[in-house]
């Protein structure tokens, strides 16, 4: 599992979703890119996409809940 911001593939994480909200995300980034990377850690879903994606992905994810932080 990557540890960075940028994956093997020098695609850019967009967050880390919780495993239910998978076909959202999916769904959502799908409008703007075909080129999407994701990796399963336990229940979280970490989501790549090309840099030149990055900030509309941001921006199509804003309202899908997304993992909570360690509290």
């Known amino acids: 599992m990557p540890s960075s911001d940028t994956n ?3 695609l850019q994480r967009v967050a880390d979703f919780p495993s239910n ?7 959502a980034i799908g409008k703007i890119s075909h080129q999407l990377e994701f990796y399963v850690y336990q229940d979280k879903f970490s989501f790549y996409v ?5 900030e509309a992905a941001k921006a199509l994810c804003e309202p899908i809940p997304k993992m909570a932080t360690n509290q």
């Open 21 to 27: 909200q998978h076909q959202a995300v999916v769904a």
């Open 8 to 10: 093997i593939s020098g």
């Open 50 to 54: 090309p840099p030149e994606h990055l």
